[in-house]
């Protein structure tokens, strides 16, 4: 665009005269043109051609030449402009000029547009150039069209300006004056329409308040005109409405986006013009000079020091010898503010004053801290403007206060807030400030906006301000935030008594003791409180928690506080990292993030370089979770490790006194410090520092792009050593070199290029090679010649062109074998053609892949293919890297697209961009530009830029000026004479643009400066001069300047006779400062102009060459890092001459064949053909390894030791050729591109732990290992689940589901409660689970066996619920589920019934207890009490009540005939809470047992009675127990005593046995009995036993077995004796207990010694009676309910494995007592008995025949019944 820019802003005479035509058609109706009839218009094509013309017109140029063209043209504007303007306009233009500007008569076009009520004066507007030729005539003159053509969107400046202008604050729109307008409206300010500054001057003026635009779209012959000439009258008629084409101008044609891009807008325009350098200009913030007498450079000098060199990161961005090397002494301070001087009163820029004021900066500041200096200062006045504006806010604020009485809530401004203000260092404290200070005032800003607005229109109407009204204005939204409901409240007077200001305690805790002490407050908090009591706080708990919300808000505010907490909190930050469950298993040895996968506690201090990023980026990809830790350590304590920080912050807030009072206000004040400090400052300062960190990280990476952008443009242009016999010029090297590039590609099907440069750079020829990358050494004849073809015209080319180094790109190890190829070509020319010793380099190829893609080498290039644009790149980048490497500096940024760090990407672009962009500045400004080449050339065009002074505004236009005057730059005076630069840039950039004054020769008449071709400043000529005159000691009157610097330069040794001190201390004598350096400088410059000072090029090291041909880093390929390879080959090492002779071939027995000792080939019949095996040569050798290919087609070798951690013979046997295996790779051989992996076990897992990359020092492992254990068990579950198979049952039942548990679930989570799903079983194919919907997230599994099955896939005939029997599966559901589902229904409709909100570890009766507690907290009278669904056991609901302190919980068990509970059956809801209301008081049965029960239902096992004992399972416990009835009540054989005795252990069980009836009179002994039989030592009755019961290995143990602990059995109060129990047998009654038995014992057995054979028999038919009397007499209720309670089973708690038989006997009690007893037959029933002492335990299934064949012992098994049997009380 630039091209076709340049070329249409040549104007031509033939374009002015266009321009005039056009000009001529536009007052065609003028008087004195309009018999002008040869104007015509012109054709479309024409016209458009016309329009486009001119598009950038550089009329500058043409005013320097002096042409009289632009006078005419300026002429032609001027009668235009007075042919527009009305008589009111000339009064104003010459009152403004103070000249006389000729009148004339105007036309009367505009009368209409404007007013039909005109005076009759003749009006005009031009439709074309208005604007541009308002800005001619009246401003500045300057006819540079481009600068006229504005574009429609404000500049930043101007918008901010105007912006600036509108309103002071959002409130302000709602501010009205007296008349109800918006003040705010009223004083803004009209956007202009225009943006030149000529033009906005021009509206103010003119008032101008339309676009002339409006009038240019239609044609000027649409009106009807009257021309007067004499007494005639020409009328021309009206046409019909033609829109007029409008003029295209350069806004039209492209968009804004591109014209900034070209920088093509107005700002660039001013930039431009503007005598300061360009960057100056650009920075964030202008650089302003300081005002004399000021001591601003004295303390931001301070202030750059101490931030810039002197302050600690947080992390650790470089190492600690780095860290040193930059902090800077504190004479560093003088030479800041000196480089301050230059760079804000001279605007100078940082190149000038690193190479030309070395004196004032060095050796502290190199030119690195100079560009941080520069930076740094443009922090510093961002930061005193934001400053600035604040404190004028303070000093309003303050003005208002003073003017109004002062209300208590509000805070006064004092002096103390602007010192404050002026302490602020950086922009985290300026925020602290402005923070507190809107805490404090923000309810008054609004205020105070409207009085100043008030005053502001009192001012400006003249009026008294006092007798003004008040303004009326809008209700603003108010401030709803907690803060300032508080306030309004008048809470801040109750903070103001906490003892303490905010100030205070910040200075408390910055000095770390309590230099302010706590001002107690006589009365306490609550009474105080009393005070402030309102309609809004009621009760005093309100005040007190508004107070300390007060409280904790200023404290968190205090400035003082953040900034002591800042410093603390980033020094002793700490972070924990952990990983997702994403990130566990994608997060391996190759991630970049492994070392710090886990991490506890590590200090954001030991963070280094890129860390965070790194972290940053795992985190946004939800691999890891950062926690940066709110706990911190306190300060260091002498005698003990430091406390917590907040804890010490505390403690400086309390009073050392232990009143009431006192230790009430410490625990307000410490609640308040900690809100304060864990609610709003410590999550502020983890934002902050995370902020920090990130850039920090960001500044690392910038520097390592710099760093790497550096190492390749510091080398010089190559420069081969050629012998002394090839200086002639064929081979001469002093203006420059050749050098042949070549490119090619892996693919042997593209064709390879190779180019020629010559010195200048341009390309000389080429040559296409398509057959270069074949092997020369092919057995493939034609492949072989095609290679040798391209050899020979390789050579042919190199013999004509005669390069002095040919480079190949370095695009894969093929390049070593062209590199070869060509090495013998050149040895060949040596010898035939008498070639000097030529190099062949391999090269990086980077910058040459993308140049061949960039938009500059297509414009270059155009018609090249990619590879012959890589070639010329390389070629020319052995030239001069510096300008190769600009050529990606253009406006497409695109020296972004190399690759200088992996994290690249994760910084801004403009901010990597800048960093760039002062690389080429140091380093263009080290090396200097020729401009004359520059303009010759374009390839160092982009170098321009990075001129110190200039810029690409300033370049570009500086160049193109050279390029329109086609003139050569002779001197460096030209630079201000004829390219008009001013003398701020002139003074900084033109040391560093150079004239080579030797290719001048004649060519010029004018004086050519021979220090214009040196480094030497134009202000130093005079220096250098006299120090030429002194070395070649002229007398005074041969004395010729220009004479002594030739000949000083052909003999520069004599300036070392020079005494340069001496001089320098003359020219600091005579006010010219300290020059020594710079003396030095020139003398330097003297010896060689321009001498190149960049490190010359030096070959590759094998380690570059690795990485430049394989693509790999240290950081992508290391020793230990776990790849994937592919099996290539197996090697083999064939045996020696001795080894053969002593070979010992094996014969295979079972074959009879023979095997080669070596290879292992056994199918050798005869002992002579292995010998035949070895003498053909045929045996391959024994195996040696296994050669393989990695992924970047690196060849490697697994030798075979390293192949299995077993020995392998044969590596066939194990591996196969193309199979992918992983490997570790062991070790890199660098010169032979090769590597040596392992596929060992234990080194692919790294057992030895010698592979993997360190872990980081603060690594957590037992985190790791925990989670670690959760995974593995998670597998185990899902393995074990998965192995369960569910056969697909065919069941036509719409509840039937052939899915899995959890996809079960998941159906009935949506559906209602009471639903049922069926599915299969995991138990076997005999089973099915129905699944019903309890309440919400618990779900009951109930068991239901099948008989009767045709196959495993189909029903079964008959279904079972425990013993219950079931036709089909609508009876399980009609009479078993939805019966229950509908008690569940009534329980949780109930009013006291609460949903269960348990947490999923949690205690459900915790729960319950704090629920009760709650209420019992409301209404403590009333004995409370609610239900909940057990999720622990579905099916049952919690019963938790409360009577006094202790909460009591017991269960209620839906059943399908309504509700079981201590051991009783209830149909609804309301007669369970009747009997419950009446018996809550009456104690359980059972203790406690805490195990959770089963939630379902399985068949009860089958117990044989008979012989010797119980065939239950080895932990049968059977319990013999007869339940007593007494008057229809229920009551328990045992007292609260006895239960509270019994409940030492969680499985001991204390049951009674008694009897009714007859034997009633005995019931006192029987209770007395029971209480004496509470002990854990069992008892037994006074029916004895002959022999004593000798337990056998069968006997099973009523305690489960305890691994390491001894539990031995314990009396209790009393020990029974035999003799004690009573002899009758009327009244026997017996207890036992059991303890279990300690690990390995056995249990003790006691028996009652008295007794016979007769007390024996009647036992025993007193027993058989019993059985008999319960058969009889049991009503069919209770026959029903033992049936059901025989299919619950009571084996939820205690049937785990332990087969515990169960049966329970019921005891109807009628008028007389009587005892009956039950004899189960089948299965131990569960069901609790109506009565007697030990409800919940049962009496042991045994037939009447043998009662006497088990011996009612301590040691009998005893069944257990669990039951409703948790106990009322529970101790636990």
Not at 1315 to 1341: I, N
Not at 1611 to 1629: C, D, I, L
Request: hydrophobic share 35%; net charge negative; charged share 30%.
């Amino acid at each position: 665009m630039s091209e076709f820019l340049d070329f249409e802003a040549v104007e031509t005479e033939e374009e002015e005269e266009l321009d005039l035509t056009e000009r001529k058609k536009i007052k065609k109706l003028k008087a004195v043109l309009s018999d002008s009839s040869e104007e015509e218009e012109e054709d479309d094509e024409e016209r458009l051609r016309e329009e486009l013309q001119d598009l950038i017109d550089d009329r500058p140029i043409e005013e320097d030449e002096g042409g009289g063209s632009g006078k005419k043209r300026k002429k032609r504007q001027d009668d235009d402009l007075d042919d527009r303007l009305e008589d009111d306009d000339y009064d104003l233009i010459e009152e403004n000029l103070g000249v006389k500007v000729e009148r004339r008569k105007r036309f009367k076009r505009l009368r209409r547009i404007y007013d039909n009520e005109s005076d009759g004066e003749e009006q005009h507007v031009d439709v074309g150039l208005a604007r541009e030729q308002i800005a001619e005539q009246l401003f500045d003159g300057n006819d540079e069209s481009v600068e006229h053509r504005s574009e429609r969107s404000l500049r930043h400046g101007e918008a901010d300006a105007f912006d600036e202008e509108d309103t002071e604050s959002d409130a302000d729109d709602f501010i009205v004056d007296d008349n109800g307008r918006p003040i705010a409206e009223k004083k803004k300010k009209r956007r202009p329409i225009f943006t030149d500054a000529s033009l906005l001057e021009g509206q103010e003026i003119f008032g101008v308040d339309f676009d002339y635009d409006d009038f240019s779209i239609y044609e000027e012959d649409e009106y009807e005109d009257e021309v007067a000439g004499g007494d005639d009258h020409r009328v021309k008629k009206k046409k019909a409405l033609k829109k007029k084409v409008a003029k295209k101008t350069i806004f039209d044609i492209y968009e804004p986006s591109e014209l900034k891009r070209g920088h093509f807008t107005d700002l660039d325009n001013e930039i431009r013009k503007r005598d300061m350098p360009e960057r100056m200009q650009l920075r964030q913030v202008p650089v302003t000079p300081v005002p004399a007498g000021s001591m601003e450079l004295d303390e931001e000098a301070d202030w750059i020091y101490q931030y810039a060199f002197c302050k600690n990161t947080v992390s650790e961005p470089e190492k600690a010898d780095n860290r040193e090397k930059m902090r800077q002494p504190p004479s560093a301070i003088k030479k800041i503010k000196q480089t301050l001087g230059f760079v804000r009163n001279q605007q100078l820029e940082v190149p000038f004053i690193a190479f030309y004021r070395k004196e004032y900066v060095m050796p502290e500041l190199n030119i690195d801290d100079l560009w941080k200096v520069y930076y740094f200062d443009e922090r510093w006045c961002q930061l005193n403007e934001r400053k600035r504006k604040l404190r004028v806010l303070f000093e309003k604020m303050r003005q208002f206060q003073m003017d109004k009485p002062l209300r208590d809530d509000v805070r006064l401004v004092l002096d103390g807030d602007f010192e404050r203000l002026n302490d602020a260092q950086t922009m985290e404290e300026l925020k602290d400030v402005h923070m507190y200070f809107l805490l404090n005032y923000s309810h008054e800003l609004p205020k105070m906006q409207a009085e100043q607005r008030r005053r502001a229109a009192a001012a400006e109407n003249g009026d008294d301000v006092e007798l003004m009204l008040p303004d009326e204005q809008l209700k603003q939204a108010p401030n709803s935030s907690p803060y300032a409901v508080y306030r309004k409240a008048g809470i801040c007077g109750f903070a103001k008594h906490f003892g303490l200001t905010p100030e205070q305690f910040a200075e408390n805790l910055r000095d770390n003791y309590q230099r302010n002490e706590v001002t107690q407050e006589s009365l306490g908090p609550l009474e105080l409180a009393q005070q402030y009591l309102s309609p809004r706080f009621a009760t005093t708990d309100e005040v007190m928690h508004a107070a300390k919300y007060v409280v904790a808000r200023q404290l968190a505010h205090e400035p003082l506080l953040r900034k002591t907490m800042r410093e603390v909190y980033f020094d002793r930050a700490r972070i924990n990292i952990r990983p997702t469950k994403h990130g566990m298993a994608q997060i391996d040895e190759n991630s970049p993030v492994y070392s710090m996968k886990y991490v506890a506690k590590k200090p954001v201090g030991d963070l280094f370089g890129d860390q965070f990023i790194k972290l940053m980026m795992a985190e946004e990809e939800k691999l890891l979770e950062i926690t940066f830790l709110e706990a911190f350590e306190g300060n260091a304590k002498a005698n003990g490790p430091p406390g917590d920080y907040v804890e010490e912050a505390k403690a400086l807030y309390n009073l050392d006194q232990f009143s009431k009072h006192v230790l009430e206000w410490n625990a307000l004040r410490a609640e308040c410090v900690q809100l304060a400090l864990q609610k709003w400052v410590i999550p502020d300062l983890i934002k902050e520092l995370r902020t920090t960190l990130h850039e920090e990280a960001q500044q690392f990476v910038l520097r390592s792009c710099t760093a790497k952008l550096h190492k390749w443009i510091k080398v010089a242009p190559y420069k081969p050593e050629l012998p002394q016999d090839y200086q002639n010029d064929d081979w001469s090297t002093l203006r420059g070199i050749r050098v042949l590039g070549l490119a090619y590609d892996p693919d042997q099907t593209v064709a390879a290029f190779c180019a020629v440069t010559t010195v200048e750079g341009d390309i000389s020829d080429y040559l296409r090679l398509p057959n270069i990358l074949k092997r020369k050494k092919s057995h493939n004849a034609e492949e072989k010649a095609l290679k040798l073809a391209d050899l020979r015209k390789l050579s042919d080319f190199v013999k004509i062109k005669k390069p002095h180094i040919v480079v190949i790109g370095a695009e894969s190890r093929e390049a070593q074998m062209i590199q070869t190829d060509i090495q013998d070509i050149l040895k060949d020319l040596e010898t035939t053609e008498q070639f000097p010793p030529i190099e062949v380099e391999i090269i990086d190829n980077k910058l040459a892949k993308i140049y061949a893609n960039s938009k500059k080498g297509e414009a270059d290039f155009r018609e090249y293919p990619p590879l012959l644009k890589q070639a010329v790149s390389l070629a020319r980048k052995m030239q001069d890297p510096l300008v190769e490497y600009s050529q990606l500096c253009d406006a497409e940024d695109e020296i972004l697209c190399l690759r200088y760090h992996p994290l690249q990407e994760r910084v801004p672009r403009d901010m990597l961009l800048e960093y760039l962009s002062l690389e080429f500045i140091n380093r263009t400004s080290a090396v200097g530009l020729d401009i004359n080449m520059m303009v010759q050339n374009s390839r160092t065009v982009n170098l321009l830029q990075y001129t110190c002074g200039l810029g690409p505004r300033k370049g570009q236009a500086l160049l193109k000026l050279l390029k329109q005057s086609n003139q050569r730059l002779e001197n460096r005076t030209q630079l201000v004479t004829a390219c008009h630069l001013g003398p701020k840039v002139f003074v900084n950039c033109s040391g560093f643009i150079k004239i080579d004054t030797s290719s001048l020769g004649d060519s010029t008449e004018a004086y050519v400066e021979l220090l214009d071709g040196s480094r030497v400043h134009p202000e130093t000529y005079e220096w250098a001069r006299k120090m030429a005159i002194d070395a070649m000691e002229y007398d005074d009157e041969e004395t010729n300047p220009a004479r002594a610097i030739e000949e000083i330069l052909e003999s520069p040794e004599r300036l070392k006779d020079l005494d340069l001190d001496a001089f320098s201390v003359e020219l600091e004598r005579q006010g010219f400062g300290s020059k020594s350096i710079t003396l030095y400088d020139i003398r330097n410059e003297l010896s060689c102009l321009y001498k190149d000072n960049r490190s010359p090029y030096q070959k590759h090291s094998a380690e570059e060459l690795f990485e430049l041909l394989t693509k790999e880093t240290p950081d992508s390929l290391y020793v230990g890092k776990c790849v994937l390879a592919m099996v290539t080959g197996f090697t083999y090492r064939r045996p020696q001459g001795e080894q053969l002779d002593n070979a010992n071939p094996v014969r295979i027995e079972s074959t009879g064949s023979w095997q080669c000792p070596f290879c292992h080939k056994d199918d050798f019949p005869e002992l002579s053909d292995v010998w035949h095996h070895f003498d053909a040569n045929s045996c391959p050798g024994q195996a040696s390894g296994v050669r393989i290919r990695l992924d970047n087609h690196l060849p490697g070798f697994i030798h075979i030791k390293n192949l299995s951690d077993k020995q392998v013979r044969n590596p066939e046997e194990r591996v196969r050729v193309s199979q992918m295996i992983h490997v570790r790779i062991i070790k890199i051989d660098i010169e032979r591109f090769s590597v040596d992996c392992s596929s060992k076990t234990a080194d692919l897992m790294d057992v030895y732990s010698l592979w993997r990359p360190r872990r980081d020092a603060f690594y957590d492992f037992v985190t790791k290992e925990l989670d670690n254990r959760k995974v593995m068990d998670a597998m185990a579950k899902a393995k074990a689940l998965k192995g369960k198979t569910y056969a697909r049952r065919v069941i036509a039942h719409p509840c039937f589901y052939n899915k899995s548990y959890a996809e079960v679930i998941a159906i009935l989570a949506e559906a209602d409660q009471g639903e049922v799903a069926l599915r299969p079983s995991s138990k076997s194919a005999a089973h099915l689970t129905a699944t019903w919907k309890v309440t919400d997230d618990t779900y009951q599994h109930i068991d239901v066996r099948e008989e009767g099955k045709e196959n495993d896939y189909s029903l079964g005939r008959r279904l079972y619920i425990g013993t219950d029997e079931y036709e089909d599966l609508d009876e399980i559901v009609a009479r078993y589920i939805n019966p229950m589902a509908a008690a569940a229904r009534d329980l949780i409709e109930y009013k006291y019934y609460k949903k269960n909100a348990t947490p999923a570890n949690g205690n459900e009766r915790e729960f319950m207890e704090q629920l009760l507690r709650d209420e019992k907290a409301k209404d403590p009278k009333k004995i409370h009490y609610l239900f909940t669904a057990s999720k622990s056991i579905p099916g049952k609901f919690l019963l938790s009540y409360l009577p006094r302190t202790k909460v009591c919980t017991e269960y209620v068990t839906v059943m399908p005939e309504g509700y079981r509970f201590r051991g009783l059956v209830f149909h609804s809801v309301d007669s369970l809470l009747r009997w419950f209301k009446e018996h809550w008081l009456d104690p359980t049965a059972s203790p406690a047992i805490n195990t959770p029960m089963h939630g379902m239902r399985p068949p009860l096992a089958t117990h044989n009675s008979g012989g010797g004992g119980s065939s239950a399972g080895p932990y049968s416990i059977t319990c013999s127990v007869v339940g007593s009835v007494s008057g229809g009540t229920p009551r328990s054989g045992m007292s609260s005593s006895d239960i509270r005795g019994s409940g030492s252990s969680a499985y001991s069980i204390s049951h009674s046995i008694g009897g009714g009836g007859g034997y009633a009179s005995s019931c006192s002994a029987a209770a007395a009995a029971a209480h004496h039989g509470t002990s854990a030592t069992p008892s037994f009755g006074r029916a004895a036993i002959n022999t004593p019961y000798t337990p056998s290995s069968q006997t099973p143990f009523i305690t489960p077995h305890t691994p390491h602990a001894l539990q031995t059995p314990r009396y209790g109060y009393n020990v029974p004796s035999p003799s004690s129990q009573s002899s009758s047998n009327q009244q026997m009654r017996h207890r036992h207990g059991h303890n279990g038995s300690g690990s390995g014992g056995s249990p003790r057995n006691y028996y009652d010694m008295g007794g016979g054979q007769q007390q024996r028999a009647k036992e025993s038919l007193d027993w058989q009676l019993s059985n008999h009397s319960w058969a009889r007499r049991r009503p069919p209720l209770q026959q029903q309910a033992q049936r059901t309670a025989m299919g619950m089973g009571m084996n939820m708690g205690l049937d785990m494995n332990m087969g515990l038989g169960i049966n329970l006997g019921y005891s109807v009690s009628g008028k007389t007592p009587t005892n009956e007893y039950s004899t189960g037959t089948r299965n131990a029933g569960a069901a609790a008995g109506t009565g007697g002492a030990g409800a919940g335990a049962a009496i042991s299934s045994c037939k009447a025949a043998s009662v006497r064949s088990t011996p009612r012992t301590n040691t009998s098994p005893h069944s257990m019944n669990l039951g409703d049997s948790t106990p009322i009380y529970d101790e636990n």
